[in-house]
């Protein structure tokens, strides 16, 4: 089926507009016509959503009830917060908009010999901007398989904007409740074998010719957390050479499970820990799409990524989310998910917040950075575009 | 952390046959018993890169101009600020170097006129360098001049007649005097330009370094490498010559390349010959001053003295034609490739950075060039046309009777030579028979016997005690003598996984296959397509074998020797450097070459032989 509307597949071919979309749904779809690979899904626009609350009059009631709450009266506020939620997962979905979404997921599901598990999470127009961030703040499910658990989800995320903690959150920023609305996306489970995150830069010292890259078995969730210790490695953006490599203990691994429909926890063998999980073509892939990524994005990005096992080697590469690097580019630190939440890390294998290398060893560079742009007061030095005083500078250096 | 040691060299054992091998060479390049608590008192590091074989008493010459005329520039010409020259000394017959510093309390009063005389270079280095051609040029024509030819039996009528009064045997005395002195004047132009190449690469690579963290000195050497440079001129001849034998389709006629004559008769012969000798004959001059070595030996092969060698590349370029092979260097990819490195760092600067990124790369990709050009001038022409002269000397004194064999002047040092010329001449002026004939074949065959016993044992990479860390930076650079190269000949360096051969990441890439170890260019006619050439050190010469093969292990040299050099530019990995690759590794073993790493490991090996430095242990090398 095509795009329209109340649908946008990734691969639609249709111009991604948060306002429709939301942030993360509208990133899935720019990141899918930039050419990287996201697993595959599709978005339940805002104006699904839109039209869903105005035909069951739910809006009208919602104002009322949010009229004069008063954001300190927590009691009263998780009462009308539960009979919001109440009233969105109740009243009915307009029945041709609804017979497009299961025609959207049935097709979802034909691209694979069998069906397969979908996330649905909750996509919010304000969600994931750099300097507004609601991250965590709305709901994600894992491991669904069949339309009536899809949809069930897809409304739990609409109701999910009206959770006591979304609606405080607003009152006490006085973010208006018009307006307000919340695109779901749809998207194949990855069923990662190894994932982890990449940044275009070193996060030890901020250097954007390096890419870093942590990898550890399994779904990330445990990297996140803190679990476990993954491989770190530091490359060469450029020539995408190899610099440092320090081999993570990678002791536990959270696999998904099929007949649990969830991820179960293992431990990783002595062998496999003490070797890399990623061979040298799949680190190289891995680097290569932080690359385009960044370039995309045209500033330093901090991306999430999995390795697929319904997918074959070479073609399962999958580029989780691609968000701007914060700490470095902007000079301050994100707001880390908080854990336990099940955010997008969850679904997807690995946490928003990016786990930090241990330590990359030696990415102090020795000497002093102004030496090789001071330039000497001796004329010779202009004419010729070089500076005699950096050159001398250069070779008094104590080491090269 | 307490530093090993390497031994003191009082403490290297005499190989058996050597004693008394201080005397074949020069008082003044031995170390000094008096002088023994200075001398151990220096870190000495093996430059077995340039002289990986013993010397023969004569070529200390070689080394005795070079690293002499390197420090003249660091110390009295270019008043580099904080480094002079190298001290230098043969020891067992491999020469062994010590950087000299300036003491910290000159160093400051140097800098300005370092910057004078640097300054000028880089301001008119396009004028300099174009007089340096001449000049050099000059000596050459000067030198192929020169001969040395037996004196006549009486002197000719006619000087009798124009009352010239001089018998002749000043000519020789002079020509002899003149050769050395020629040799000597190129090699001071070669050091000219070659500092001053270091120091520009030096100023962008530190700048790259401080900018991008750990970035690969491969990278760095990428962004001012020349890819189409004068020392792959020669291979390239012979491909274009191969080409054209295609062409023509007279590859019948290089049926036999071991016959030199006998194929060029039978090119000569074929429809359309003409046009191929034509084409080679200009391909000889200058090209084919080309050693198979690296122009420090008295045994090495020139290819216009040898053209079996480049009608035998000539051959298998044929050969590979005819499958359908491309014989030529991906030079547009290179260039591709290099303009996209240098685009994407230079993107990662903003504003007055990236104007002196820009800036300090144009000076280096000017400046370094030289570093790899130069090569072809000094140590193949140059320096062929000096052992040729050399030779023909030898032959006439081995005619007069001096020696047994035709090249046995290789066993005096260049002082006896000048007495052992006077000694011819004054026999032949009084009319008697001159001394050497009885007194210079029993000598000669005491230094062989000393000599090959030297060859018996592989130099120490290093003597006495290292400092803590190795900074002076020609010596980092020329040669690869990093701290981190130290620990590893010291047995203290990050160890290889599985177990194997670390040295410089010097190309990148990995590849396995079958080593192919050659201790001598005579063997390099045994390397096979598609197998790991492993060697001590490898020379420019061997151009054609790159073509051949599918990575590169040397035990010797850094990321700018010829070795790294050639290997980026075929798009084939290397390491070198790895200290014992051509004694660990056996011909015929299946490697794994990462020359991203810098690793080599040995896959299929039923003996796992120990992995060392090179050490002083002795093996037989011959």
């Not at chain 1, 499970?257 to 073509?281: F, M, Q």
């Not at chain 1, 890390?345 to 950075?369: F, I, Y």
């Not at chain 2, 810098?598 to 430095?613: H, K, N, R, S």
Request: charged share 25%.
């Amino acid at each position: 089926m095509h795009s329209n509307e109340f649908i946008q597949f990734f691969d639609g071919g249709v111009e991604p507009k948060l306002e429709n979309l939301g942030g993360k749904g509208a990133s899935l779809v720019t990141m899918t016509s930039a050419g990287m690979p996201v697993p595959p899904g599709f978005v339940v626009t805002t104006a699904q959503f839109d039209r869903f609350m105005q035909e069951a009059g739910i809006t009208g009631h919602i104002h009322q009830l949010l009229a004069d709450l008063d954001p300190e009266d927590v009691a009263e506020v998780d009462k009308v917060s539960a009979a919001i939620r109440e009233d969105i997962c109740s009243r009915p979905v307009p029945d041709d908009m609804r017979a497009q979404t299961i025609e959207a997921y049935e097709d979802l599901m034909s691209r694979f010999d069998a069906p397969v598990p979908v996330a649905v999470r909750s996509s919010a127009t304000a969600e994931d901007l750099p300097d507004a961030s609601f991250a965590g703040q709305q709901d994600t499910y894992l491991w669904l398989e069949g339309f009536p658990a899809v949809g069930e989800h897809i409304r739990s995320c609409w109701a999910s904007l009206y959770t006591s903690r979304a609606i405080i959150y607003r009152l006490k920023n006085n973010i208006p409740n018009e307006g307000l609305s919340m695109a779901v996306v749809v998207q194949k489970m990855v069923n990662a074998k190894v994932s982890g995150v990449a940044m275009t830069l070193d996060p030890a010292n901020g250097d954007r010719s390096k890419i870093t890259i942590d990898a550890s078995y399994g779904v990330g969730e445990m990297v996140v957390s803190g679990q476990v210790t993954p491989d770190n490695m530091v490359l060469d953006k450029v020539t995408l050479v190899p610099i440092t490599e320090h081999i993570g203990d990678k002791h536990a691994e959270l696999v998904p499970d099929a007949t649990a429909r969830s991820l179960v926890e293992r431990e990783v063998d002595a062998e496999r820990r003490s070797r890399r999980c990623l061979t040298d073509d799949e680190l190289k892939a891995v680097a290569q799409m932080a690359k385009r990524a960044e370039k995309h994005y045209k500033c330093p990005q901090d991306i999430e990524w999995a390795l697929d096992h319904d997918l074959p080697d070479g073609d399962n590469l999958l580029l989780l989310q691609s968000r701007p690097e914060t700490v470095h580019s902007a000079k301050k630190s994100v707001t880390a998910a908080a854990p336990g939440t099940g955010g997008y890390a969850s679904v997807l294998g690995v946490g928003s917040s990016s786990p930090k290398a241990p330590d990359t060893a030696g990415n102090a560079a020795a000497g002093n950075p102004g030496a090789s742009t001071s330039v000497s007061g001796n004329p010779a030095s202009g004419t010729a575009g070089f500076s005699l005083g950096s050159i001398t500078a250069s070779l008094m250096k104590a080491s090269i | 952390m307490s530093m090993k040691s390497f031994p003191k060299p009082s403490e290297l054992p005499v190989p058996a046959g050597a004693e008394g091998w201080e005397k074949i060479y020069p008082y003044y390049l031995v170390f000094q018993d008096k002088l023994k608590d200075q001398e151990d008192a220096k870190f000495w590091f093996c430059d077995s890169q340039h002289w990986p074989t013993v010397f023969k008493p004569f070529e200390t010459i070689g080394g005795e101009f070079a690293v002499k005329c390197l420090g003249q520039y660091n110390s009295r010409h270019l008043m580099i600020p904080n480094a002079n020259g190298i001290e230098f000394r043969v020891h067992l017959g491999y020469l062994y170097m010590s950087p000299i510093p300036v003491p910290e309390d000159q160093i400051a009063a140097r800098v300005p006129h370092f910057e004078q005389r640097v300054g000028h270079y880089f301001q008119n280095w396009e004028e300099l360098l174009k007089q340096w051609h001449v000049k050099v040029r000059g000596t050459i024509d000067e030198m192929e001049t020169i001969s040395f030819k037996k004196l006549p039996d009486m002197v000719p009528m006619e000087d009798i007649t124009t009352g010239k009064a001089m018998d002749g045997s000043e000519v020789l005395l002079e020509n002899y005097d003149r050769l050395i002195q020629l040799a000597y004047q190129n090699w001071q132009y070669h050091f000219e330009f070659l500092n001053l190449g270091y120091i520009a690469y030096l100023d962008f690579f530190n700048f790259c370094k401080e900018v991008f963290p750990n970035i690969p000195d491969q990278s760095i050497a990428t962004m001012v490498q020349g890819v189409d440079m004068e020392l792959f001129r020669p291979d390239d001849e012979l491909k274009q010559l191969a080409k054209l034998a295609v062409e023509l389709g007279i590859q019948s006629a290089f049926a036999n390349t071991d016959d030199v004559d006998a194929t060029l008769a039978t090119v000569r012969a074929s429809a359309g010959g003409d046009r191929w000798i034509a084409r080679y004959e200009e391909a000889k001059d200058p090209w084919f001053n080309f050693t198979v070595g690296n122009g420090f030996y008295g045994h090495d092969k020139y290819w216009n003295e040898h053209q079996e060698i480049p009608l035998g590349y000539i051959a298998d370029y044929i050969r590979r034609l005819d499958e359908g092979q491309n014989i030529m260097r991906p030079v547009a990819e290179l260039v591709a490739e290099k303009e996209r490195i240098v685009e994407e760092y230079r993107d990662l600067l903003e504003g007055e950075a990236q104007a002196v990124f820009d800036a300090k790369r144009q000076l280096a990709a000017t400046a370094y060039p030289y570093v790899e050009n130069h090569n072809f001038y000094i140590e193949h022409w140059t320096m062929g046309v000096f052992w040729r002269k050399i030779r023909e000397l030898s032959r006439m004194m081995h005619a007069e009777g001096f020696w047994t064999e035709p090249e046995d002047l290789l066993y005096l040092n260049r002082n006896e030579v000048r007495d052992a010329l006077f000694d011819l001449v004054t026999g032949w002026g009084v009319g008697a028979e001159p001394i050497g004939p009885t007194y210079w074949p029993e000598e000669i065959e005491r230094r062989r016997g000393i000599v090959n016993a030297l060859k018996t044992a592989r130099p120490a990479p290093a003597l006495n005690t290292p400092p803590e860390i190795i900074t002076e930076p020609f010596t980092r650079m020329l040669w690869g003598i990093t701290t981190e190269q130290v620990q590893q000949w010291l047995g203290e360096g990050e160890e290889v996984e599985g177990g194997g051969l670390r040295g410089m990441a010097a190309s990148p890439g990995v590849v396995e296959g079958y080593a192919r170890v050659v201790h001598d260019s005579d063997q390099l006619a045994e390397v096979q397509q598609g197998e790991i050439l492993v060697a001590t050190v490898t020379a420019p010469s061997w151009g054609p074998i790159f073509g051949k093969i599918k990575a590169t292990v040397t035990d010797i040299g850094g990321m700018m020797s010829h070795a790294a050099i050639v290997c980026r530019e075929y798009g084939l990995p290397a390491v070198t450097g790895t200290g014992s690759g051509s004694t660990t590794i056996k011909t015929g073993q299946r490697l794994r070459v990462d020359g991203t790493k810098g690793t080599v490991q040995i896959l299929d090996d039923d003996a796992a032989p120990a992995v060392a430095g090179p050490g002083a242990h002795s093996h037989s090398h011959v």
